[in-house]
Each structure stands twice: as structure tokens, then as C-alpha cells.
């Protein structure tokens, strides 16, 4: 897996070219808008200025979510609901890296019981959550 965070505004294909070292490859995009190649795995998001990109062998998704009081509480259990805020924002990421992963729709969002590997990190005041 290769990730890459930015504060600057990048060209997607490019960035793309560098991580993966492959030239030739098509874009296209799902009916969930998930970005899909024909040559690697890769997934994007964005916040605020920040965008973050990952490619993989293997199916991957990211979210990115600044620390913040999250406004969300419909889309979390009623026992979710009682975790505490950065557990919240940390339990959103992982729901939408996989939601994205698996090329589903936020819609999904409350239905899905989280499987695989995850990595989160902390960057500046932002939580980075990639399902592996």
C-alpha cells in the first residue's frame, strides 16, 4: 500500500503515475462514484484543503475527517452513540474507508459491520482511516 497526503490542490492522474509507476491505465467511476482502474486499486478523499490518495493491489478505501464534534449521530447505533467524540470520528472513518472500499453507497452507512484490516492515523487535526 502507498499513500500520499497533500495540502495542495494535485492532478489525480499524476499523483497516480508517481505511486504506482504505471503509465498507461484508465479511469472510471462506479454508480457510488467510487474511482476504479483498470491496472491497481486506489481510493481518494478529501477535507477542507487536505486530500489524501492510496493504492494498493488489493481493494482499498480512505476517509478523512478533521477533529471536530461530528454531527452525525443518525448514522451511528444507539450504543455508538455513546463513545466518546474521538472514538465517534475514528468509528466514522473506518465506516466510510470501508463503505468506499467495498464501493457501496453512504447510504449503507448504519447497515454494515466493519470487516478487515484498518490503519488510522492521526495528521494535524485530522483522523486518516484506510480499509485494507
Do not use: Q
Not at 499523483?15 to 498507461?24: E, G, M, P
Not at 470501508?98 to 494535524?124: N, P, V
Amino acid at each position: 500500500m502507498k499513500l500520499i497526503i497533500s495540502n495542495k490542490k494535485i492532478n489525480l492522474v499524476n499523483t497516480l503515475k508517481k505511486l504506482t509507476k504505471v503509465n498507461n491505465f484508465i479511469i472510471s467511476y462506479n454508480s457510488n462514484n467510487k474511482p476504479l482502474s483498470n491496472k491497481f486499486y486506489f481510493n481518494k478523499s478529501t477535507k477542507d484543503n487536505i486530500t489524501v490518495i492510496v493504492c494498493s493491489d488489493k481493494e482499498i478505501g480512505v476517509d478523512i475527517e478533521k477533529i471536530s464534534t461530528m454531527p452525525h449521530n443518525i448514522f451511528y447505533t444507539e450504543e455508538e452513540n455513546n463513545l466518546s467524540n474521538i472514538d465517534k470520528i475514528i468509528l466514522w472513518t473506518k465506516k466510510e474507508a470501508y463503505i468506499k472500499k467495498l464501493g457501496l453507497s453512504m447510504k449503507d452507512i448504519k447497515k454494515i459491520k466493519l470487516d478487515g484490516k484498518f490503519k488510522t492515523i492521526k495528521y494535524k487535526d485530522y483522523y486518516i482511516t484506510i480499509s485494507m
